[in-house]
């Protein structure tokens, strides 16, 4: 996982603004969600379309967070990235056409395309029939017509969401801003998300705990559930 702590003067300011670091003195399990962006085949196997290499050193986090919130009564949400072909195009074709070269664009095609064995969730992933499963197709799992993140939410009164997966800085930055919007108390879990740099990583969540919400490792996490 990246090795990397928020800088002082992050912390003095924040705590300058509102008299505390953490937004969050204690989180109820039954009404959280820990939500993992991304952590498929696309994204973690060696060689993969958009791989990041980092987003296998963060398996074993998950599995630990994942299994304490279980125990305590919370909820478990696993979200892939799929994109489907319409003809020569696809549903998300300006990334497609403007952010990916031509030599580049049908191999992150198939590898983000629906049905793919890179859709399928990295084997080292512990993860229960129990949980839940959801589909993206935007970096967003909570823009409008993403997914079904939202609305699954509000039906199970779920009101909190810890953030982990890949990429920190792309959707699950995206998807933790959002919510933060859509009035969801959000942590990013800092050792249970990835980057391509320990860089990207830390100015993302420097940035979040200032203006989103707030920033946590798994066990400070952990031990504010009650």
Not at 16 to 26: A, E, I, N, Q, V
Not at 52 to 74: C, D, Q, T, W
Not at 82 to 97: E, I, K, Y
Request: with cysteine; aromatic share 8%; glycine share 6%.
């Amino acid at each position: 996982m990246h090795q990397v702590a928020i800088r002082k003067n992050i912390i003095d300011r924040v705590v300058s603004r509102r008299g505390k670091f953490h937004l969050f003195d204690h989180l109820s399990p039954q009404h959280l969600a820990l939500v993992v962006i991304d952590m498929q085949n696309t994204f973690l196997k060696p060689g993969g379309a958009v791989e990041v290499p980092m987003g296998r050193n963060i398996v074993s986090n998950i599995n630990k967070l994942a299994e304490n919130i279980r125990s305590k009564g919370g909820t478990i949400i696993w979200i892939a990235h799929a994109n489907q072909d319409f003809g020569d195009s696809t549903d998300w074709s300006n990334f497609f056409d403007y952010f990916v070269s031509d030599d580049m664009k049908d191999k992150t095609i198939k590898g983000l395309r629906a049905g793919e064995e890179g859709q399928d969730f990295w084997h080292e992933l512990d993860i229960l029939s129990s949980d839940i499963k959801l589909t993206k197709n935007r970096y967003s799992a909570l823009i409008s017509g993403s997914s079904n993140l939202e609305r699954y939410l509000r039906s199970n009164n779920l009101d909190t969401l810890l953030i982990a997966g890949t990429k920190t800085n792309v959707c699950c930055d995206a998807t933790g801003r959002d919510a933060m919007m859509l009035d969801f108390k959000t942590v990013m879990v800092s050792d249970c998300l990835a980057a391509l740099s320990d860089e990207e990583h830390l100015v993302t969540l420097e940035t979040f705990i200032q203006q989103f919400g707030d920033v946590m490792s798994s066990d400070e996490v952990l031990r504010v559930l009650k």
